[in-house]
C-alpha cells in the first residue's frame, strides 16, 4: 500500500492556481510534521512548506505569500494551495513526514507552469 497520493497537478499558465492533495495511509497521522517537496527537472527534491501536528507552518522563502499548506487530519490529508504560479515553480510535487522512519516516497503529481 502506497503510504502518500499526491494528486492535484497539472499544466496552469503563469498566474494561475492549483490545489495539490495528499492522501496517507500512515498511522497516528494527526501526530506528524507533514512536508510538501518538490524535484524540479535536474534539480535536487527540496523541502517547499512544512505544517506542524500543531498547525504551525514554515514555508521556503521562495513561496510565502503564494503558497498554502493545510491539513486535515480526519482524513489524514494534507493539502497544498498554490496562487500566483511562476515557471519555476514547474515540478513534480511530493509530500512525506520528515520526522518519521523508514517510509516510501509516492509517485508525486507534476506541475508545469508555462504560456
Known amino acids: 500500500q502506497e503510504q502518500f497520493v499526491e494528486s492535484g497537478g497539472g499544466l496552469v499558465q503563469p498566474g494561475g492556481s492549483l490545489r495539490l492533495s495528499c492522501v496517507s495511509s500512515?498511522?497516528?497521522?494527526?501526530?506528524?510534521?507533514m512536508t510538501w517537496y518538490r524535484q524540479a527537472p535536474g534539480k535536487q527534491r527540496e523541502a517547499v512548506v512544512t505544517?506542524?501536528?500543531?498547525?504551525?507552518?514554515n514555508y521556503v522563502g521562495s513561496v510565502k505569500g503564494r503558497f498554502t499548506i493545510t491539513r486535515d487530519n480526519a482524513k489524514n490529508t494534507v493539502f497544498l494551495q498554490m496562487n500566483s504560479l511562476k515557471p519555476e515553480d514547474t515540478a513534480v510535487y511530493y509530500c512525506?513526514?520528515?520526522?518519521?522512519?523508514?517510509?516510501?516516497w509516492g509517485q508525486g503529481t507534476q506541475v508545469t507552469v508555462s504560456s
Open positions: 505544517i506542524t501536528a500543531g498547525d504551525g507552518t
Open positions: 500512515i498511522s497516528n497521522f494527526r501526530s506528524y510534521a
Open positions: 512525506n513526514a520528515p520526522y518519521a522512519v523508514g517510509l516510501s
